[in-house]
């Protein structure tokens, strides 16, 4: 039980977690969200739009397969976006693996020389290129060899898996696309092999997903706040992550885009586990990312059935939903992400964020 019962509390759920695998083909979305709602409100809700509600826990997955269930899921999203702070933050993890790739196996090369390849989002529009073009340009079966390879070395740190990434990247037609493969396949940059070889760097998006939720959190929160989460073993990784940041206590901010920024201490006072079952509320938390991140996977024709992705997008305001996908509007991105500190984020999350935590 929290030791601050009264603090106000966002409850918060994942979706797609898969560890340092982002090319699982069946989950190519991850993704959590957030809601400060209490318990009491939460079971009147569920009470309210599923009356005839049999089981013990409420579902997403279980109760969307059934159509006549999509109208009252839709009604009931609606009221809690209505009615109730929150954010959900779907990513696409092929893409944030390539972004990946980009910052450890190319901005190296480039910091060398003295160009910030973070600099007004120049990093999000390569990542952009590469995963929507990369295929073709470079060839399918090689470009997917090659984040897998990169994805692989990221986690061995082996010479033997740094060498096979080189050969991965050769094996490409790199030459038609020098700036962003030339690091690796022209040069071997031991930069960029250093970087991948660091200790606490890793191609787990858990990380990504949570700075994403607090950004909001931090927003919405008026002051000190907690949150709760499910016990389930893919949020043990969440858990820690957030025990981390609320332990942070070091002054500093950075700036990310126009919207967003980061800055400790956070407000974020607490973070505790409990049995979802007992829970509506971290049940409410399910159903909001498992909307998401089915929207996502429908829209994106990569599975149907399920709630209207249209519909369920509809009911999202601008500052309630947060994605990560590729983009080549390119001068969008610029505007978006013009000022950043990007460089700086990443750097500082690596020392303090990333490794084994420290008693």
Partial sequence: MSQNADMECFRIDESGYTGFDLLNPDQRFQGA???????????????????????????????????????????????????????????????????????????????????????????????????????????????????????????????????????????????????????LAQYAAPECLSAIATPGVNTDAALVVLQSLINRMEVMAESAYRVEHDQSKNLLTYHDLLQRFIDHDQEIEFHQTEIASLKFPLKLAEVTQVDSKTSPAVQLADVMIGAAIEAATSLTGLRSGGLDPEAVMSLYADNQFIHLIPSIDFEEQRRFRQGTQASELIDYFAVNFSGPRKS
């Fill in 33 to 183: 969200s957030a809601i400060a709602i209490r318990d009491e409100d939460a079971a009147l809700l569920i009470k309210e739009h599923f009356p005839r509600l049999q089981t013990p826990e409420l579902k997403y997955r279980s109760l969307s397969r059934r159509p006549g269930n999509h109208q009252p899921l839709l009604a009931l999203q609606r009221d809690l976006l209505t009615h109730y702070k929150s954010v959900s933050y779907v990513c696409d993890k092929r893409f944030l693996l390539v972004l990946m790739f980009v910052d450890y196996a190319v901005e190296p090369f480039y910091y060398e020389r003295g160009i910030d390849f973070y600099e007004n989002g120049q990093n999000y529009a390569m990542a952009s290129l590469l995963t929507m073009a990369g295929p073709t340009i470079l060839g399918q079966a090689a470009f997917d060899a090659l984040l897998a390879q990169f994805q692989h070395a990221a986690k061995a740190k082996t010479p033997e898996a740094l060498t096979a990434l080189v050969a991965a990247a050769r094996a490409t037609r790199w030459r038609e696309l020098p700036e962003a493969l030339g690091p």
